[in-house]
């Protein structure tokens, strides 16, 4: 009997004894005059157990049954979700096991077994939060991530952009490491999806801003002096994208959160669809992505989007790509990764001017081609160079080394340096040095 069942039985006792009126009971319990009555009416009719609630020692009809309890508990042991953080196991019973439960009921059934979360929360120091961006394409975040996504603990890289106004990815790509091609794959993906952004936000890694940047002194930059765009940077400016930097790791917090989340829910994912490759990865990120998106995007205050349409005559595996400069020789062949190639048009060489400035372009998507007067050609490898451009590129002969005369002025004795430029008092020094290169000689 609790306290308060004493309470009212106590009070009761008083009533029927006529030590208290009812609107002195209802005072001191706190209760109306009609629930005073009744308690009085109960204690008097059915003895002091009256108090006590009715479902006192019952199990409620809806509780969840031991046997479910067991069964989650079980699972929660297997390999399959054992590295499942509590929330995901969750949504993993319902959709994988058929098991509806709420997050607390699971929470509560495992911490009483004696489970805790892998994904615990510690206390961590809070930054000034920086508000969305209010229209989809205003501000896209990209960052990668090196984690062993296949329980395997060999690293790789998982490249992803996320839009800064709904918090939705808009990509991910794995590879070995984080890289170039990696972060072209996902803006293809992302353009081709929805369109031309405003804005990508990255960090300072050497793939996005030149490490030469950080050297040049106020007055360079007053004088107009610039740092070359390294090929990402140069493919944003080709489409138009502004480039930001974030100066730390927490200005670009959204991604960085995403991160925690993926590393916490992906690998499960992975590993209860049976993927142990990058390849088949790849291709499950798409279902992935899409259940991702239902279950966290928010809406942007701003339902119109601020991705641009991009041009239907930009071909976009021609921009997100490597672009060198080379110059071409005779017969229009050129040299490219210690290999000779030449540029060809419908099968047939192109004719260039000799020592014309091209552009060679390279990429996984479509191997080597070239940029030459804005219009793009392939090339063919050559086995061997042709006899007139063999001959210039022939390497010079190793200068002979030219011996002096018998009679050369420097292997004379009497040599002397010519002194009419020099006062009478130099002479000795004069007459020493030559006499010490003689002597060399």
Same mark, same amino acid.
Request: net charge positive; aromatic share 8%.
């Given at each position: 009997?609790?306290?308060?069942?004493?309470?009212?039985? *106590?009070?009761?006792? #008083?009533?029927? %004894?006529?030590?208290?009126?009812?609107? !002195? @009971?209802?005072?001191? /319990?706190?209760?109306?005059?009609?629930?005073? +009555?009744?308690?009085? +009416?109960?204690? $008097?009719?059915?003895?002091?157990?009256?108090?006590?609630?009715?479902?006192?020692?019952?199990?409620?009809?809806?509780?969840?049954?031991? =046997?479910?309890?067991?069964?989650?508990?079980?699972?929660?042991?297997?390999?399959?979700?054992?590295?499942?953080n509590f929330s995901h196991f969750q949504e993993l019973l319902e959709e994988h096991e058929s098991i509806s439960l709420s997050k607390p009921s699971v929470y509560r059934i495992l911490v009483a077994n004696g489970f805790t979360s892998p994904k615990k929360h510690n206390k961590v120091k809070h930054h000034k939060r920086r508000k969305r961006k209010p229209q989809r394409g205003m501000l896209v975040i990209i960052d990668a991530?090196?984690?062993?996504?296949?329980?395997?603990? $060999? !690293? #790789?890289? /998982?490249?992803?952009?996320? %839009?800064?106004?709904t918090g939705e990815i808009l990509a991910l790509f794995f590879?070995?490491?984080? #890289?170039?091609?990696? *972060?072209?794959? &996902?803006?293809?993906?992302?353009?081709?999806?929805?369109?031309?952004?405003?804005?990508?936000?990255?960090?300072?890694?050497?793939?996005?801003?030149?490490?030469?940047?950080?050297?040049?002194?106020?007055?360079?930059?007053?004088?107009?002096k610039k740092v070359k765009d390294t090929q990402f940077g140069r493919?944003?400016? !080709?489409?138009?994208?502004?480039?930001?930097?974030?100066?730390? @790791?927490?200005?670009?917090?959204? &991604?960085?959160?995403?991160?925690?989340?993926?590393?916490?829910?992906?690998?499960?994912?992975?590993?209860?669809?049976?993927?142990?490759?990058?390849?088949?990865?790849?291709?499950?990120? @798409?279902?992935?992505? +899409?259940?991702?998106?239902?279950?966290? @995007?928010? =809406?942007?205050r701003d339902p119109q989007s601020a991705y641009r349409k991009l041009e239907d005559d930009i071909n976009l595996d021609h921009i997100l790509c490597i672009k060198e400069t080379r110059q071409v020789d005779h017969g229009s062949t050129f040299s490219y990764g210690s290999v000779y190639y030449r540029v060809i048009r419908n099968g047939k060489t192109m004719p260039m001017i000799p020592k014309a400035k091209i552009t060679v372009l390279k990429s996984p998507q479509f191997g080597l081609k070239v940029q030459y007067c804005g219009s793009i050609y392939d090339v063919e490898v050559l =086995?061997?160079?042709?006899? $007139?451009?063999?001959?210039?590129?022939q390497l010079r002969q190793p200068r002979k080394p030219v011996t002096p005369a018998e009679n050369h002025p420097w292997r004379t004795k009497t040599a002397k340096f010519p002194t009419t430029m020099y006062d009478e008092s130099d002479r000795e020094i004069l007459d020493a040095l030559y006499s010490s290169r003689l002597a060399w000689r």
């Amino acid at each position: 009997m609790t306290q308060d069942e004493r309470n009212k039985l *106590y009070v009761a006792r #008083c009533l029927l %004894d006529g030590k208290m009126t009812i609107s !002195e @009971a209802a005072e001191t /319990l706190g209760l109306s005059e009609r629930q005073v +009555k009744r308690i009085k +009416k109960g204690v $008097k009719e059915h003895g002091e157990s009256f108090v006590i609630h009715k479902n006192r020692g019952r199990k409620p009809q809806h509780a969840i049954t031991d =046997e479910v309890r067991n069964l989650v508990v079980n699972h929660k042991k297997s390999e399959k979700y054992s590295k499942a953080n509590f929330s995901h196991f969750q949504e993993l019973l319902e959709e994988h096991e058929s098991i509806s439960l709420s997050k607390p009921s699971v929470y509560r059934i495992l911490v009483a077994n004696g489970f805790t979360s892998p994904k615990k929360h510690n206390k961590v120091k809070h930054h000034k939060r920086r508000k969305r961006k209010p229209q989809r394409g205003m501000l896209v975040i990209i960052d990668a991530s090196p984690h062993a996504w296949f329980f395997n603990n $060999k !690293e #790789c890289s /998982l490249h992803g952009a996320v %839009d800064d106004a709904t918090g939705e990815i808009l990509a991910l790509f794995f590879t070995p490491n984080e #890289c170039l091609e990696g *972060y072209f794959r &996902i803006m293809k993906t992302v353009i081709s999806n929805n369109g031309v952004p405003l804005a990508v936000y990255a960090d300072r890694h050497t793939i996005f801003r030149s490490p030469k940047a950080d050297k040049l002194s106020i007055e360079d930059e007053l004088n107009g002096k610039k740092v070359k765009d390294t090929q990402f940077g140069r493919a944003m400016a !080709e489409l138009s994208i502004n480039l930001i930097w974030a100066k730390t @790791a927490q200005a670009k917090g959204r &991604i960085e959160r995403l991160w925690e989340t993926l590393q916490s829910r992906l690998p499960i994912e992975l590993s209860i669809a049976g993927i142990t490759t990058m390849e088949e990865a790849n291709a499950f990120l @798409a279902t992935f992505i +899409k259940k991702y998106n239902e279950k966290f @995007a928010v =809406e942007p205050r701003d339902p119109q989007s601020a991705y641009r349409k991009l041009e239907d005559d930009i071909n976009l595996d021609h921009i997100l790509c490597i672009k060198e400069t080379r110059q071409v020789d005779h017969g229009s062949t050129f040299s490219y990764g210690s290999v000779y190639y030449r540029v060809i048009r419908n099968g047939k060489t192109m004719p260039m001017i000799p020592k014309a400035k091209i552009t060679v372009l390279k990429s996984p998507q479509f191997g080597l081609k070239v940029q030459y007067c804005g219009s793009i050609y392939d090339v063919e490898v050559l =086995e061997s160079l042709s006899p $007139k451009n063999a001959v210039l590129k022939q390497l010079r002969q190793p200068r002979k080394p030219v011996t002096p005369a018998e009679n050369h002025p420097w292997r004379t004795k009497t040599a002397k340096f010519p002194t009419t430029m020099y006062d009478e008092s130099d002479r000795e020094i004069l007459d020493a040095l030559y006499s010490s290169r003689l002597a060399w000689r």
